[in-house]
């Protein structure tokens, strides 16, 4: 089977991952449509809507010769045509998934360069949408090494990804976080806390949103959380 332009996209989200594999897809359409038949929130990946941001800050400064050999270069180039940015907000969806997480993978750069990875839990709700551009958690007291905290103080740049395990949905995020700590502002961090949570808040993280990008699920281990 071939998909030939975008006119055949209704046809084209009805197959399932293992028709999908199947499915003949030119290079330039790749790019865009390979994780679409999969993947819940389909509005992310066309008509436009797709994360430009994102594609800007991640996708398209890239290595050339990767999107060169995997013939990736001028689909994103074309798609980058123009100055309107988009997928940096944080629309409705967005909110509902963030604030669903009791747990997500934060990555933050040392002052040497190096990524560091850390996962960051509590029940639901425990990260808190602020507005369209911003959410924030309260950073608990652990094994005090604070090396999430030290890289954010000399280098914003974090990512995120967050993932829902029983319905397999995975958003990525891309940002500047800034610490508030307990002395500065006790009122915020405090109300940040999970109610009848026991931890105890050092700091808060608010975290500026520069890219939000829904991820194929494939791939995702179906898991449920046991309560």
């Not at 740049?157 to 006790?186: C, F, H, M």
Request: proline share 5%; glycine share 6%; hydrophobic share 35%.
């Amino acid at each position: 089977m071939a998909f030939q332009n975008t006119a055949d996209l209704p046809q084209f989200l009805q197959l399932s991952p293992e028709q999908c594999d199947d499915y003949f897809l030119p290079e330039v359409v790749v790019a865009f449509f390979v994780s679409v038949p999969i993947c819940k929130h389909i509005t992310s990946f066309v008509g436009g809507s797709y994360a430009k941001s994102f594609c800007s800050d991640c996708l398209y400064l890239c290595r050339s010769d990767f999107q060169d050999r995997y013939g990736t270069k001028e689909a994103y180039a074309r798609f980058l045509e123009g100055d309107e940015l988009s997928g940096h907000t944080i629309d409705p969806d967005h909110a509902t998934f963030i604030e669903s997480m009791d747990g997500c993978y934060l990555s933050t750069i040392s002052e040497t360069g190096w990524p560091y990875v850390q996962f960051k839990g509590g029940p639901q709700g425990f990260l808190r949408v602020l507005d369209d551009r911003h959410f924030a958690y309260a950073d608990y007291r652990g094994n005090r090494q604070y090396l999430s905290a030290g890289n954010i103080s000399q280098n914003a740049r974090v990512s995120l990804i967050l993932v829902n395990y029983e319905t397999q949905e995975r958003l990525k995020i891309w940002g500047e976080a800034r610490i508030v700590s307990l002395d500065e502002d006790p009122d915020f961090v405090l109300d940040l806390m999970p109610q009848d949570y026991k931890a105890e808040p050092e700091r808060a993280i608010i975290i500026k949103t520069l890219a939000l990008e829904w991820d194929c699920p494939r791939h995702i281990p179906k898991r449920t959380t046991s309560k």
